[in-house]
């Protein structure tokens, strides 16, 4: 078994761990989806791979929060630390503002 890119904490936070995988950030099918790369955090807006496997041929993990294996329900607010050392807030009752998504704590590493 391969190291998950990521660790879970808590009830809506997610640390991504490993600079080779981005990741890929699914909140139900009514919110945009999240990319999650070594230097930061941004509203996806190329093709959702079909797959895990498609997802892992795309140097992507694909995680949907609403799923029991993660949070197990659709989030309003997720906060993801990223490994530039930056905590993001994604705020997703502000989808389509300049606020959905924004630095929470900066060097919290």
Do not use: C, W
């Not at 999650?36 to 993990?61: N, W, Y």
């Not at 997703?92 to 590493?109: A, C, M, N, P, W």
Request: proline letters at 4%; a negative charge.
């Amino acid at each position: 078994m391969t190291e998950k890119p990521y660790l879970l904490s808590g009830r809506n936070t997610i640390i991504h761990k490993l600079r080779k995988f981005d990741l890929l950030v699914l909140n139900g099918d009514d919110n945009p989806p999240i990319l999650v790369t070594h230097k930061g955090i941004k509203e996806f807006t190329g093709q959702v791979p079909e797959s895990k496997r498609d997802a892992k041929l795309m140097d992507m993990e694909l995680l949907d929060v609403t799923l029991g294996d993660f949070f197990g329900e659709e989030k309003i607010l997720l906060f993801i630390q990223t490994l530039n050392g930056k905590e993001y807030k994604i705020d997703y009752s502000k989808v389509g503002t300049e606020l959905f998504i924004r630095i929470h704590q900066d060097s919290i590493i």
